[in-house]
């Protein structure tokens, strides 16, 4: 049987969630704004399907227009999630150390702690029933 977590372990299980947490929010806004400037290429094919050289300036403009329209429709969004991913998990990194994240967290050690003393005590009580000393966690038979 395993005993509660002491103070220094759970400030280490949380410093190493938070920095878990951090890269993994970094990844995934990096990951966003990756998609979305690989985008380019692809709006790139829908705005000029022919590889025609010879457009005019009136035909240019509108596929200049496509690009950007197709662009901000498609991979538009991509690059504004990443964006607001990334400035999120700056400004927690950086910025005001706010960990209310880390509550859940926290209920959760709390309740297996309790757990964890209940079967403990229940434990206890059995032995001592079944006529058996608990000295400090180590278990010796009457005699």
């Known amino acids: 049987m395993s005993s509660p977590l002491n103070e220094?372990?759970?400030?280490?299980?949380?410093?190493?969630?938070?920095?878990?947490?951090?890269?993994?929010?970094?990844?995934v806004g990096l990951s966003l704004v990756a998609v979305s400037i690989w985008g380019i290429w692809i709006s790139k094919g829908f705005a000029n399907p022919s590889d025609d050289q010879s457009l005019g300036a009136y035909e240019s403009m509108?596929?200049?227009?496509?690009?950007?329209?197709?662009?901000?429709?498609?991979?538009?969004?991509?690059?504004?999630?990443?964006?607001?991913?990334?400035?999120?998990a700056l400004k927690q990194a950086?910025?005001?150390?706010?960990?209310?994240?880390?509550?859940?967290?926290?209920?959760?050690m709390t309740v297996v702690g309790m757990r964890i003393a209940a079967e403990r005590q229940t434990k206890t009580k059995r032995l001592r029933a079944e006529g058996e000393n608990v000295l400090e966690g180590t278990i010796e038979p009457k005699e």
């Open 8 to 27: 220094t372990t759970r400030r280490r299980m949380i410093i190493v969630a938070t920095i878990a947490a951090y890269a993994l929010t970094f990844m």
């Open 62 to 88: 509108w596929v200049a227009v496509r690009l950007v329209l197709s662009w901000l429709v498609l991979f538009g969004p991509f690059a504004f999630a990443g964006a607001f991913v990334l400035h999120a």
């Open 94 to 108: 950086f910025g005001k150390q706010d960990q209310s994240w880390a509550h859940p967290f926290r209920v959760f």
